[in-house]
């Protein structure tokens, strides 16, 4: 046998053993379904305009447990109840921290937020202060007359609009901005009509669509300093915006000029907690106090307001649960009264309606991001180290193998006797998760239930719903923003029409 033959033979051995141990190790470590990524861009292309919605689709072809690349970067997107589940409750602890990304860098102070803080000791401190001080039950009864003036301020806005229309969601931003103001500042923040409110919506909306942006340049850091689409520019230009905004309160805190009774509010919290060092992470730095004052004006207000401006928008669109849910609202306080925070335990159908909306609508239809600290195994799949995690929220709520007719607004399916009656939206059933779930579940989901509870009820009670220029009910468009949160891509204009006597609208 010639030394060329052998060479041939032990060619041939050695090629087949790679090819063995290269199948033996892909089968080990095998990655889910998913689309051929793209050279270079991986699946970026796929995500179409409305990355919620493209992504669903993907999932009806490979299967709720997705692996993408975007870029260099390994994606995986859990788009059922049970995926997730197993993301966000067994292997949860790896998946605790944020993705390095642009919004967190450029936007949110370089990571010094809640949001987006690394999971660990400056993250724990950042929470518990908003817990203790902002979200428990503690807190959140002590301010409830907050929340009640405020939403009373804005019924009497409506019924004094007479035969004109209003954009709802604008005057809802300003009702939840200045509820949230008051307990953080003691303050309002704007006035009614104030042209600031709207400059302040712009801003927060455009925050949330440079935050829904998928930047090239995170996933393939190569190209970060091209800024191929012109986000980090954007991104840069509106944190100065923000920055101001929040420096003013700041330093007006600061000089006793936030109001007379300013010491119980969080921001004087927070300025005491910059000399305490804090058992479980240091002092509080300025950076740090702008930091999550941006997280909650921007996460506990807008989310609200969208919210409830779908809530309206699906009861435009069903007159006879309007009736019914005014009903019970007439039922269960009368009409002598504005609804308080105290008789929503009572209104079962009020509840079954928000839970519905927030099925139909969640605030962020896809998940903030998370990253695997190591790697895991789902549903038989290897998960590598590093990988980013995306849960399809909006998909997960419209899967028809959990839900009947998941794209109807049905909220009997959560009343008894319906499909899901003991299905909540506290992140303890995840076919309903629109505040997230484990570790990183939104802190002010408790504020959140309240606030949109109380002025979905509100405004049920309160007013008849016509919409401007006669448009019939049944053309309302529906149709979705790009972005973050989920908001309606054409505001909703109504004409409110009262349907309490006028002392009750002054009352409050």
Request: aromatic share 8%.
């Amino acid at each position: 046998m010639s030394i060329l033959t052998l060479l041939l033979y032990a060619s041939i051995t050695a090629l087949l053993l790679y090819v063995l141990l290269n199948l033996r190790t892909r089968h080990s470590n095998r990655l889910p379904p998913g689309p051929t990524p793209w050279p270079i861009v991986g699946n970026l292309p796929h995500l179409g305009t409305i990355p919620h919605h493209s992504l669903a689709a993907l999932a009806e072809k490979y299967g709720p447990l997705m692996h993408l690349r975007f870029g260099f970067v390994d994606v995986v997107v859990a788009a059922s109840a049970s995926v997730a589940s197993q993301f966000l409750k067994t292997h949860d602890a790896k998946f605790a921290s944020r993705p390095p990304n642009s919004g967190a860098e450029h936007i949110a102070y370089n990571y010094q937020d809640l949001v987006f803080a690394p999971y660990g000791p400056r993250w724990r401190m950042l929470r518990k202060i908003c817990s203790v001080h902002l979200f428990s039950g503690k807190a959140l009864d002590d301010f409830r007359h907050v929340r009640q003036e405020e939403v009373a301020i804005l019924t009497r806005v409506l019924a004094g609009a007479g035969n004109s229309t209003v954009k709802l969601g604008q005057l809802l931003n300003v009702c939840t901005t200045n509820a949230l103001a008051r307990v953080m500042l003691s303050r309002r923040v704007f006035g009614d009509g104030d042209p600031k409110a709207d400059e302040f919506k712009d801003m927060v909306v455009e925050l949330m669509v440079l935050a829904g942006e998928f930047n090239i340049g995170d996933f393939i850091p190569a190209l970060a300093w091209l800024d191929l689409q012109g986000v980090t520019k954007k991104m840069k230009k509106l944190h100065a915006r923000f920055d101001s905004f929040l420096n003013t309160i700041l330093e007006e805190h600061k000089s006793g000029n936030g109001g007379a009774s300013s010491h119980g509010d969080l921001l004087s919290t927070l300025i005491s907690l910059k000399d305490d060092a804090d058992g479980e992470g240091g002092k509080l730095s300025d950076i740090e106090i702008k930091a999550l004052l941006l997280n909650l004006f921007v996460a506990g207000t807008d989310t609200s307001s969208s919210t409830v401006e779908w809530a309206i928008s699906e009861l435009i669109r069903d007159p006879e649960l309007l009736k019914q849910a005014q009903k019970e609202m007439d039922n269960v306080v009368g009409r002598d009264r504005l609804v308080t925070e105290s008789d929503l335990g009572q209104l079962t159908l009020l509840q079954a309606i928000v839970k519905e909306t927030f099925r139909l609508h969640p605030s962020t239809p896809l998940s903030l991001p998370r990253i695997a600290s190591d790697s895991c195994e789902v549903d038989g799949y290897y998960i590598p180290k590093g990988s980013t995690l995306l849960v399809n929220v909006w998909a997960i709520a419209r899967d028809p193998k959990m839900w009947t007719d998941p794209l109807e607004f049905r909220p009997t399916r959560f009343l008894p006797g319906g499909e899901k009656p003991n299905v909540d939206a506290k992140g303890n059933d995840f076919e309903v998760i629109p505040f997230g779930a484990g570790r990183r579940i939104c802190v002010g989901i408790s504020l959140g239930l309240r606030m949109v509870q109380l002025l979905v009820a509100t405004l049920v009670q309160t007013f008849d719903w016509e919409l401007a220029s006669g448009l019939q009910a049944e053309k309302l468009n529906m149709t979705e923003a790009y972005g973050l949160t989920l908001q309606r891509a054409e505001p909703l204009m109504v004409h409110p029409k009262p349907r309490l006597a006028p002392h009750v609208y002054e009352s409050g």
